[in-house]
Every structure is written in C-alpha cells, then in structure tokens.
C-alpha cells in the first residue's frame, strides 16, 4: 500500500503525522502540567487566608462583642477580594470553576480541558465555642487560565508556521526532485521507442543530473548503433540486389540463348523429318514453359520495369500479372502516381513488398478479393495490401518473405506489421521518403 502512494503523499504525509503529533503532545503537555502550576500560584493566598482566620479568631476571643468584630471585617472586605467571609447559612463554598468571572475570550472547551486544582483553603470563624463560618479562599482563575489559552494558542500557531514553512520546502524540494525525474523517465520511454535525437534536460540533484548525462550517452551510443545497423541492413540489401542483378544477366544471357537455341533447333528438325509429330511438339511446349519461367525467374530477380518504366507503372503491371494468374481473386488498388519520383533503393523495397505480399495472398491466404493501397503524404510512404483470407496462425507473424521485406524496411528506417482487424489480414509498411533518397546508393 505505501509503494502505491506517490513521493508528494510519501514526502508530506509522516511530516503532517509529526506535526498533529507535536500538537496532540502540546495539549496533553499543558493540560498535565498547568492544574500544578495553578496550584502553586494560589499557594500564597491560601497561606494568607489561614492567617487572617487566626488573626480574627482571636480577635473575637478577645473582645467583648464577637459580632460586632464580626460584622466590621466582613464589611471591610472588598467584594472582588479573593478572601471572603462565608456564614454557615450560606452553604458550602463554589467549585474553582463556578467562581469564574471573565473568561476573556477563553473557550468553554479549553476550561474543559484543564483540571482545574481544588482550592478550598476555607478556615472556620468561631465564637463563643460555635461556628459561625468561614473565611474561604476563592482566587479568580480567568487570568490564569487567559494566560494559559495565550499559551496555547502561540503553540498552535507556532506549530501550524512551521507546518506550512516545512511543506513549502518540502513541496520545492519535491518539485525540484520530480520534475527531473519525470524527464528522466519520458527520455527513457522515448529510448526505448526509438527516438534517440531528442536529448534528455539535465537537471535537478547531482545523483539525478549524473543519470541523464548517463542516459544521455546511452541513446548517442544507441543512435550510433541503430545506425551502423542500418548502414549493414542497407549494404546486406544492396548485396542481395547485386547478386540477383547478377544472376538475372547470367539467366538472361546463357539460358535465353540456350532456349531460343533448342527452340529453333527442333523447329529445323520438324520441318527436316516430317515424322516427328507429337514429340516434337511435346519439345515445343517444354521449351516455351521455360521460357515463361524463365522470364517469371527474371522478374522477380530483377524487375526492369522500375528502372525502364518506373515504379508506378511496374507496379501496375505487377497488379495485371496477379490478375491474370489469379482470375478468382478480386483485386483492387489505389496508387499513387508520385510514386515515379522514388529511386532505388526505395523504389525496389516498394515493389518487393507488394510482389511478396501478393505472393503469400494467392498461395497462402485463401482470399477471394484483395487491396493494395500505396500512398505518399509529405515526406512518408504508406503501403497497404489486405484480403479477407483466413489470417496467418498466431505463432507464425512473418514468414521468409516478409522477414526479408521487414530487414529492407529497417534498413531505410521503417517499420512493417502484419495485423488482423475486421475479418481482414493487413501488411502495412511506413517509409520515410526522404531518409531513403538520402541512403547510400546500391551498387
């Protein structure tokens, strides 16, 4: 439960509890120690009242007329004066707190709190071997206890001040804390996504100030990495299209000759002994099916259109030859004529995908129609080929194919993902045109 909390209620929450405690402490404090301290300031009048009983009742033993003794005193007694004189008829004496005058703005419940002495200090009058009364002690306590609730209330207010100075340096010091860490944390959660030119600010403590340069480093060591991963993707890719280029010339240049060579060869030797028939044909029709697969094989090696025609146009011949090899398969398409604009190594990626993806619809997907979307808004790329076949199985999200598309793409800074949404499979791919006009060059 208390790693759930944030550091602010973290921070301020045992700093509130301390303070409330400081405070509960105070209170009980006071109430302990102020009944005593009210006890000894009255000590002194509860000592004279004892006198001046003893003082008068010698007095009265001494005169003639008790009474009239009596009576003077008690009306030489100022009616505010803490010692007073009380007859027996009067009854006992009033509690500490029922002697209260002015409480002085003190609150009921602050009376309440404080235990209050007992000062019954009352000393009997006598005369003639008979008690007539008592000269009591009745302090007035309102000073006293205005004194005390002076008191607290500094101890609240002091208390509440230093409550109020420490949050606000605790909440500045959270602040000054937090928000480097939270830079921290959204550099690290722009690392891990990729991003690595955006620096994170270095501030806050030192220990804090050391992990961003830290971090920092990590994503320029990052950047430099994902990029030489690039350069080798891209030099691979470059590779691979050097080598096809190659061995397309060497299909091209032997194998046509060689066709066309056995081709002509059985024409002359139909037309030399009329007794061939049927083998001879059955030689015609092998040699044209490896012509056509010849010149299949060359396409997908090395797709001259793009270089000739462009890409818009090789794509859309790409598109015509899917349609006559899959008649039962619905395809539409959308592209972009701005794709012509693209060169290689850009162009070739392009075209790769659509033949692939094409490729795994018709021997894979089962579909019955299909789409194939390429776009260029601003400085991206978007390509999208989707069919409503059965899917791909869970365990299987990129075949051979696509493996070796996903390597071009990374190579020129892309990203590609196979989804299913809708009863439809979608392979989309996203390319920064710019980043792949300014890529090395294959060759």
């Known amino acids: 439960m208390w790693q759930r909390l944030s550091f602010r209620t973290q921070l301020f929450l045992p700093l509130g509890l301390s303070f409330l405690a400081a405070l509960v402490m105070g209170g009980v404090l006071l109430q302990t120690f102020a009944t005593g301290q009210l006890a000894d300031e009255n000590e002194p009048g509860r000592r ?116 109020m100075l420490t949050g606000t340096i605790a909440y500045l010091f959270a602040g000054s804390v937090l928000r480097p860490l939270q830079d921290l944390g959204a550099g690290l959660t722009r690392i891990r996504r990729g991003d690595y030119a955006t620096p994170i600010p270095v501030a806050g403590p030192q220990e804090i100030r050391q992990s961003c340069e830290e971090a920092n480093a990590l994503a320029l060591t990052l950047a430099q990495l994902s990029q030489d991963n690039r350069d080798l993707l891209h030099r691979l890719v470059s590779l691979q299209d050097d080598e096809r280029r190659d061995l397309a010339r060497e299909l091209h240049d032997e194998l046509g000759p060689l066709l066309f060579g056995i081709r002509a060869s059985t024409i002359a030797l139909s037309e030399t002994s009329g007794n061939l028939g049927n083998p001879a044909q059955e030689v015609m029709r092998s040699v044209e099916a490896l012509q056509q697969t010849n010149r299949r094989i060359l396409d997908r090696l090395r797709p001259l259109y793009i270089e000739e025609l462009g890409l818009e146009t090789s794509v859309q011949t790409l598109l015509q030859n899917f349609r006559r090899q899959a008649p039962h398969i619905s395809l539409t398409a959308t592209i972009d004529p701005g794709l012509n604009e693209i060169d290689r190594p850009l162009a070739q990626t392009v075209y790769r995908l659509i033949q692939e993806a094409l490729t795994n619809v018709l021997r894979h997907a089962g579909a019955n129609n299909a789409h194939v979307l390429a776009t260029m808004a601003g400085e991206v790329l978007t390509i999208e080929i989707s069919d409503d076949g059965g899917g791909f199985p869970a365990d299987n999200v990129f075949g051979r194919g696509l493996t070796g598309m996903h390597e071009r793409v990374r190579a020129l800074s892309g990203s590609l993902s196979l989804l299913r949404a809708d009863q439809r499979t979608y392979v989309r791919c996203r390319l920064p045109v710019e980043t792949a006009r300014d890529a090395p060059a294959a060759g």
């Open 48 to 163: 004279s009242t004892r006198t001046v009983a003893e003082a008068l009742n010698n007095s009265l033993r001494a005169s003639d007329d008790p009474r009239k003794i009596l009576d003077a005193f008690v009306h030489s007694l100022d009616s505010s004066s803490d010692i007073q004189f009380r007859s027996v008829e009067a009854g006992p004496a009033p509690s500490p707190k029922d002697s209260l005058r002015d409480l002085h703005g003190v609150p009921h419940w602050f009376v309440d709190l404080i235990a209050i002495p007992d000062m019954d200090a009352a000393s009997p009058v006598i005369i003639d071997g008979r008690r007539v009364g008592d000269i009591v002690f009745t302090p007035d306590l309102s000073a006293d206890l205005f004194e005390k609730w002076i008191g607290f209330l500094a101890l609240t207010s002091l208390i509440s001040v230093l409550m």
